[in-house]
């Protein structure tokens, strides 16, 4: 039996390793993806996105890898607040911190002049907004650039 085993041991342990992982991705996978509140996953996913984004920039593959290894790492420790937390009796499952009833903002009223007129004024919202998110990381990046040249 033991040598069985031993024979099969490297396999017994991917395929454990790979049932966590997809255990660990269909968590996510069932969490609710928006949020008022930016509860659960959220929080991380919006990290990732701006990762990835001023990874596109830098055109590399490594910095991408990287970003998503952090965000497994970010999500990792959502999942594991969530354990720590209902064993402090702070809430009453595992899971209440990113399986929730999600806060959605409240339907907009099409009859609002103000907002008829905002949308008038801003047609490319959507790339006003690509613009804004990009000269944001834009500043991020050279602020991090003169704490690197502060510190040399």
């Known amino acids: 039996?033991?040598?069985?085993?031993?024979?099969?041991?490297?396999w017994i342990v991917c395929g454990v390793i790979f049932a966590l992982y997809f255990a660990f991705l269909a968590?996510?996978?069932?969490?609710?993806?928006?949020?008022?509140?930016?509860r659960g996953f959220i929080p991380c996913t919006h990290q990732l996105m701006d990762k990835l984004y001023a990874c596109h920039e830098?055109?590399?593959?490594?910095?991408?890898?990287?970003?998503?290894?952090?965000?497994?790492?970010c999500d990792f420790k959502v999942i594991k607040d969530g354990f720590?937390?209902?064993l402090e009796g702070r809430?009453?499952?595992?899971?209440?911190?990113?399986?929730?009833?999600?806060?959605?903002d409240k339907e907009i009223e099409p009859d609002d002049e103000e907002l008829k007129?905002?949308?008038s004024k801003h047609?490319?919202?959507?790339?006003?907004?690509?613009?804004?998110?990009?000269?944001?990381?834009e500043l991020e990046m050279q602020s991090e650039e003169k704490k690197n040249d502060e510190i040399k």
Not at 123 to 137: A, P, R, S, T
């Open 117 to 119: 007129a905002f949308y």
């Open 84 to 86: 720590v937390l209902w």
């Open 58 to 73: 830098k055109k590399s593959v490594w910095c991408q890898v990287i970003a998503i290894v952090q965000n497994n790492a």
């Open 123 to 137: 047609q490319n919202i959507v790339q006003e907004m690509e613009e804004l998110n990009k000269k944001g990381i």
């Open 1 to 10: 039996m033991f040598q069985k085993i031993k024979k099969h041991l490297f």
């Open 27 to 38: 968590i996510i996978f069932f969490a609710p993806r928006a949020d008022r509140l930016e």
């Open 91 to 104: 809430q009453d499952t595992p899971y209440a911190n990113y399986y929730f009833e999600p806060v959605l």
